[in-house]
């Protein structure tokens, strides 16, 4: 997978490793300094950690663990990087407010940031001037929302973070996985998680089991009616 911000690239490796290139004015590239790159690098502060996703926003980084864990680095100016400052970081940070929430993506916007969890929940952090956290108010251009918040939304499966806004795509209801197999004396039906079409009368009804087979059409008095064994 590879992830562009603002004259910087973030790119994961198969085997789980991130690297990245470009522009480092305030760190975004996670290697200690601010000195760009001009071909990709391993970042080094994620060394035997697997990541399974990247996310490059304006001038920040976001990185999610295969434990569920997330990584932040780059511009912070108000709290994009969900550590709970204001502070920039050159280094990959650990989102501590996120431990134990086993988070599974992350998009990164121009000054804020969304996080999906494996239950379906989504965290929002950063500038929210526009009410672009999705949490039901606005802050203040100077105001900054420096630790995730829960979105209050159910049955997330991916956000994506624009320049002042963010987009959520939620299912309507829980996954349904079941699939119920039944057999009576009429057949066997398939039922739970498909369609008519398939579980139809066509397929599991009288159509197969009706009284065309067993019914009077072969039993009836048409075979042992009065006309054959009558007085």
């Known amino acids: ?12 490796l198969a085997n789980g490793t991130v690297c990245s290139t470009g522009y480092n004015g305030n760190g975004q590239l996670g290697a200690n300094s601010t000195a760009g790159v001009d071909t990709p690098q391993a970042v080094v502060g994620l060394a035997g950690v697997p ?53 599974v993506s992350a998009s990164a916007g121009r000054l804020h940031s969304a996080f999906v969890t494996e239950s379906g929940l989504v965290y929002t952090a950063g500038g929210n001037q526009y009410g672009g956290l999705g ?25 994506a973070a624009g320049d002042d806004c963010t987009l959520f795509v939620v299912r309507s209801t829980p996954a349904t996985t079941a699939v119920v197999f039944t057999t009576s004396s009429t057949g066997t039906t398939l039922t739970g998680t498909t369609s008519t079409g398939t579980t139809s009368t066509g397929t599991t009804s009288t159509g197969t089991t009706s009284t065309g087979t067993t019914s009077t059409g072969t039993t009836s008095t048409g075979t042992t ?6 007085t």
């Open 1 to 12: 997978k590879a992830s562009a911000g603002a004259y910087f690239s973030l790119f994961l």
């Open 51 to 103: 990541i399974v996703d990247v996310a490059a926003g304006s001038d920040h980084s976001l990185v999610v663990a295969r434990s569920g864990a997330v990584y932040a680095f780059g511009n912070n100016t108000v709290g994009q990087l969900g550590i709970g400052t204001e502070t920039r970081s050159l280094t990959p940070r650990l989102v501590s407010a996120l431990a134990g929430q086993s988070v």
């Open 135 to 159: 949490l039901g108010y606005t802050n203040g251009s100077a105001v900054a929302t420096v630790s995730p918040q829960l979105v209050s939304l159910q049955y997330v499966l991916a956000a």
């Open 225 to 230: 009616s009065t006309g054959t064994t009558s």
